[in-house]
């Protein structure tokens, strides 16, 4: 259970870091914007990836 609330709050973070850096700087420009976000998501997979997973 507790393996499920650690992925939940992970997703939750992600969510923020993304939410946080959209309003931040890159209101207007949507190809900034979605290059960014993928950025995000990719180092945040790579974290879990790297650290995070168990085998």
């Not at 393996?3 to 997703?11: M, S």
């Not at 992600?14 to 998501?41: P, S, Y």
């Amino acid at each position: 259970m507790s393996r499920h609330v650690a992925g939940v709050l992970y997703v939750v973070a992600m969510a923020a870091v993304i939410t946080g850096v959209d309003f931040a700087f890159f209101r207007n420009r949507f190809w900034e914007r979605l290059t960014v976000n993928i950025g995000i998501v990719m180092v945040f997979a790579a974290f879990y990836l790297r650290f995070l997973k168990r085998p």
